[in-house]
């Protein structure tokens, strides 16, 4: 069955870290980019971070530059966010999602369900 | 925060036609393509157009994208009540942040 499965979502105090991970399954995992989109309660759609098909290509929206790190483990067919200085802005459901790129190929064909994190003390 | 901006509600009755803009600038939709996505109630996002008007498989026919300069439209057609949710534009932005953007987000209402 093709799909993507986040897990790590919790509750966490404002400077604290928390790890998300995704699993993928049913497709060729590291044929693909691999984007986290997160949504506040209530709110839109953000993209936060995205890595490509290898490791060497990422980027992140400047709400979150230096301080989430996205990585992928093309042999366990998984994909991470590090969370770390988080704050109450940060609370929403983070999706990961499936891609064929960037730029011309931004377009999300897999999501997740979402996992929920939440920043409060 | 969002730079493509959608009305943030749109109603018909069932069997009628909605249609959903996107309105962006020179620098996004202007400039790449444009994708929707359907978000029912509790549930994630689905993807339901790519490349401004192309139905991924299994989407139906009624749903059906275009785009003109800086702007995107949705239309659904032969309106159902299993359409209620909220649709999402998005593109790429070539803008000095640059990465991707999503529309503002507009609920659909089935009367």
């Known amino acids: 069955q093709v799909q993507l499965v986040e897990s790590g979502g919790d509750l966490v105090k404002p400077g604290g870290s928390l790890r998300l991970s995704c699993a993928a399954s049913?497709?060729?995992?590291?044929?693909?980019?691999m984007i986290w989109i997160r949504q506040a309660p209530g709110k839109g759609l953000e993209w936060i971070a995205y890595?490509?098909?290898?490791?060497?290509?990422?980027d992140y929206a400047d709400s979150v530059k230096g301080r989430f790190t996205i990585s992928r483990d093309n042999a366990k067919n998984s994909l991470y966010l590090q969370m770390n200085g988080l704050r109450a802005e940060d609370t929403a459901t983070y999706y990961c999602?499936?891609?064929?790129?960037?730029?011309?190929?931004?377009?999300?064909?897999?999501w997740g369900r979402g996992t929920l994190v939440t920043v409060s003390s | 925060q969002s730079v493509l901006t959608q009305p943030p509600s749109v109603s018909a009755a069932p069997g009628q036609t909605v249609t959903i803009s996107c309105s962006g600038s020179?620098?996004?939709?202007?400039?790449?393509?444009v994708s929707w996505y359907q978000q029912l109630p509790g549930t994630a996002p689905k993807f339901l157009i790519f490349?401004?008007?192309k139905r991924p498989s299994g989407i139906p026919d009624r749903f059906s994208g275009s785009k003109s300069g800086t702007s995107a439209t949705l239309a659904i057609t032969g309106l159902q009540t299993g359409d209620e949710a909220v649709y999402y534009c998005?593109?790429?932005?070539?803008?000095?942040?640059?990465?991707?953007?999503f529309g503002t987000g507009t609920t659909v209402t089935v009367l």
């Open positions: 490349d401004n008007d």
């Open positions: 890595i490509g098909s290898s490791v060497d290509i990422v």
């Open positions: 049913g497709f060729s995992f590291s044929d693909y980019y």
């Open positions: 999602a499936r891609s064929y790129g960037v730029i011309i190929n931004w377009y999300f064909d897999l």
């Open positions: 998005g593109t790429w932005d070539a803008s000095l942040s640059g990465g991707g953007v």
């Open positions: 020179s620098s996004n939709i202007g400039k790449y393509y």
